[in-house]
């Protein structure tokens, strides 16, 4: 039996599946078409259902979005090991999601934002964007 790659997405990517943005259908058919465990912290619900309300797309959009990811919950030194992460422009909120990719054992990052990019290649972290 083989095991799925464990895939962290972060929420500039189940952003596009909410909001249609570019490489919207570039990402769904790559989820389609890939066999991967979708992973990532609870972060991500929180992130998706405040972009739902600043957007105005109703819950249940972001609910069935998030049924196909399995959810980590953080504990405190997830928090203390995110602040401790090289790179000057990692924001808090994506040092918390490479944090959690690296404790999940993730193989790769499914990311479109640039600077958690960047800070996942410089810790040896694969990263993936569909276009």
Not at 18 to 23: F, K, N, Q, S, T
Request: hydrophobic letters at 45%.
């Amino acid at each position: 039996m083989t095991v799925a790659p464990r895939i962290y997405v972060d929420t500039s990517a189940l952003a596009k599946l909410l909001l249609g943005e570019p490489d919207s259908s570039a990402l769904s058919s790559w989820l389609d078409a890939s066999q991967t465990e979708l992973v990532s912290s609870d972060l991500l619900e929180t992130e998706l259902r405040r972009i739902a309300v600043r957007e105005g797309v109703e819950q249940k959009v972001a609910t069935a979005i998030l049924a196909g990811v399995s959810l980590a919950t953080l504990d405190r030194t997830a928090f203390r090991s995110a602040g401790l992460l090289p790179g000057k422009h990692l924001r808090t909120l994506d040092a918390l999601h490479l944090e959690s990719a690296l404790r999940l054992g993730a193989a790769a990052m499914l990311t479109y934002d640039h600077r958690l990019a960047e800070a996942c290649e410089s810790v040896g972290l694969e990263t993936i964007a569909p276009s």
